[in-house]
């Protein structure tokens, strides 16, 4: 069993690459989750995880993130993504994760409106929020990429 995360940040990159897989690779280089191994988590933030925006996760470690990307192969089509962190005030918090065609506004201002959804049907009391978003204009294959990796 994996230990409860104790700390987080929220960050996001776009990038290019070579390949579909490779621009998807390079954005998690620029996002600073490059060298872990990510672990795909659904939306919830564990009481009393603490945001730490300046948070070094050992190479090679196996991370817990939530995350939204979208990668594009047409030049010229504007992608974005993005990531927000919703808190209450006593207890746990919501992540939600969103990306598709779109600017960095409306990704964020459609991140905005999940949180607030998700803290309205738990009947929570949303108290601050966090977002992190990228916009990419795609040269050749280009990926946006938002997370909020946790960690111990």
Sequence with gaps: MLPTPKKFF???????????????DNALLK??????????VSSILP???VYDPDLVIPEGSL????????VSDVPGETISAAVGVGFSEDTF?????????CTAEEAKEAIRQMVAEAFATRKMNLVD???AVTQ?????????????????
């Design 10 to 24: 929220v960050t996001s990159a776009g990038a290019e690459g070579h390949s579909k897989l490779t621009a998807f």
């Design 31 to 40: 996002a600073r989750i490059g060298n872990v191994n990510l672990l795909r």
């Design 47 to 49: 009481p009393g995880c």
């Design 63 to 70: 991370v817990p993130v939530a995350y939204g990307s979208i």
């Design 93 to 101: 918090g919501v992540i939600m994760e969103y990306s598709g065609k």
């Design 129 to 131: 929020m966090k977002v």
């Design 136 to 152: 990419h204009k795609v040269e050749k294959i280009g990926c946006a990429f938002a997370a909020v990796p946790l960690w111990y």
